[in-house]
Structures are given as structure tokens and as C-alpha cells.
């Protein structure tokens, strides 16, 4: 879920050193305009255990860090964990953190479940926190099947009134009546703005020129001065460091 700014310093030198300086493409000027980026400021999403989860092969590595399985030895299982190997058992961390792609740092804190004779299953909580994302709508997400992802991302925002989505450019404009209906009405998006209680508002995007952003919402209630939107969060890395 995305958090607020987080002052600490080295995470702050870590990210910096690594980051790679990349321009976001233009868009026309019937698209939203970016949200401007403060400097210091850390967007965080959070995969809360156990909703991360995947099975290994053999040989397979964790998506975009660098943990791998390499195979079972009666009851222990031999992985290796940024390029050191460990032998562990059955509830064993599987934990790393790093940069995993261009301003994108990553903790992985996760445990090794029950196998039978098939792949290893790791399960546990992904943190991820991006450095200068400069939110921008896409109409279309580009061919991300190379890209590593990561879904199940809870999220739950209390927008105020022209206040926007946090890391979006959907702006909450109030309520708009029609005949006896209402609708909560937004800015900052392409498609129609009008959404009933109980409807899906989808919005997709671009963080940075590695960093791709769908929220899969639901207009829970809204007045004239809040909207309740609840839903997940998908997000998808390019240039990873570990591919």
C-alpha cells in the first residue's frame, strides 16, 4: 500500500547510487498532467503475508530477486540466497533485499511451505519502494510478458475533495446528480468520469520509465467532501537487475 514520505538515509544513498537518470515519454495534452515529484519522497507498495506466493522448480529463482531453489536433499532444501548457498527446512526464511530494477528497492520476506515431490512453494510479504515516480496515465499497458509482476497488492484510500489518488492522476471532483441518481465524478483520466456506489473504476499508468501501475478499485461511498475507494494494486518492473 502506498505510504508517505520516509526519511531514511540510507535507503536514500542506496537508491540515488543505483538510480539510473531516464526522461518519462511526452503525451498529448488532452492526457493528464504529471504530478510533480518531490525529492525525498518514497512511494512504498506492500504485498502482506502470505499473499505472496510461488512455486520453484529446481533450479528457479524467486520473480526479479536473486533466491533460488536448487533441489531437495531429503528433508532440507538447497537454495541459494544472493549467490551465497544455504541448506534449509520447511518454515526457514527465504529473505533478501535489494535493488531489483532502476529506483525500485525491494524486501522479499519469505518462508519456505510443504512440497511433495513438486515444486518448492515460498510464500511471505514483498515491500517495494520507488524513488521519483512521476505518476502519468496509459491508455493501454505496452507488452509487459518480460516484465516481473506483482499483484495482490491491498489498497484503501479516503480521497478528499479535489485531492488526488495517491500515485495517480484521478482527482476526486465531488458528486454529480443525474435525475435521481448520484455519482461520484473524477478528473485526471481519460475514460468517462461518472461512478455509482458498487461500480469498478479501473486506472492504469506509468510511475517511471521502468515502473507500470493498474488499481483495480471499487467506489465503496462517497459524499460531497470524501471518496472510499477500495481494491488492489498491480505493478510491473522492466530493466530488472536480476532477470
Known sequence: MPKGTH???TLTVMLL???????????????PTPAPFTPG??????IIPPAYT????????????????IGQEGDTYRVRIGGLEAVKRVGDSFAWAGIIAPSVYAEYNLRLTTTLLGPLPVTGGVELTILEWQPLEVAFLPDLSEAVHFGNILVNYNVPAAETLPASTLVYSGVYTQGSQQFARFSGLSAQPYYAQGDSLVWTGQLRENVYVRYNLRVISFDEDNVLLG?????????????
Open 7 to 9: 526519511g531514511f538515509i
Open 17 to 31: 547510487l543505483t538510480a539510473l537518470a531516464c526522461g518519462v515519454p511526452g503525451f498529448p495534452s488532452a492526457t
Open 41 to 46: 519522497d518514497f512511494l512504498t507498495y506492500t
Open 54 to 69: 510461488v512455486s520453484l522448480n529446481p533450479g528457479d529463482h524467486v520473480p526479479g530477486a536473486p533466491l533460488q531453489y
Open 231 to 243: 481494491g488492489t494494486a498491480e505493478l510491473w518492473l522492466t530493466e530488472q537487475t536480476y532477470p
